[in-house]
């Protein structure tokens, strides 16, 4: 989809694009985020560009009425009802938790300690650094 078609269907339909959805950059903005790509200097803009939020880009894709907005706006849709159960899933189980230990108090502390240990996120794994190196071994005649 062509730029200005994106830009064409953001203006017909502004109302729907509130500060938090949509902003426009500012100049010293979009002189920054240039500075930081590698594009070349051939051509131009002559308006400001925009960007959208999250939220905006859920918008966005539902304004729009390509082949390829509609099964974004799908996407996107899908994404958010399983963020969604995901999220009370994992609060319904520390509700239950802390329920469950006040009403048992001491006796399963080192249980109840271990589950809350599981509902943490997984560390990062670092990457080992090789110490050293072997030396080639040289024919012995």
């Known amino acids: 989809m062509e730029t200005r078609i994106l830009n064409q269907a953001v203006k017909r339909n502004s109302d729907r694009f509130p500060d938090d959805f949509m902003f426009q950059l500012t100049e010293e903005e979009y ?8 594009i070349s200097n051939y051509g131009g803009r002559r308006y ?8 905006g880009v859920a918008m966005l ?3 729009l009425t390509s082949d390829i907005a509609i099964k974004t706006n799908i996407i996107i849709m899908r994404a958010f009802v ?5 999220g009370m899933t994992t609060i319904d189980s520390k509700r239950k938790i802390n329920s469950i230990e006040r009403k048992y108090d001491h006796q399963f502390k080192i249980v109840f300690d271990a589950i809350r240990q599981l509902l943490l996120p997984p560390p990062e794994k670092k990457k080992k650094i090789k ?3 072997s030396k080639p071994e040289r024919n012995k005649e």
Do not use: A, C, D, K
């Not at 002189?31 to 590698?38: E, G």
């Not at 400001?48 to 939220?55: A, G, H, R």
């Not at 399983?82 to 995901?86: D, G, H, K, S």
């Open 48 to 55: 400001l560009p925009y960007v959208f939020t999250e939220q």
């Open 61 to 63: 894709s539902s304004v």
């Open 31 to 38: 002189i920054n985020l240039r500075s930081q790509s590698v």
């Open 82 to 86: 399983l963020i969604r159960r995901l």
């Open 131 to 133: 110490m050293g190196f």
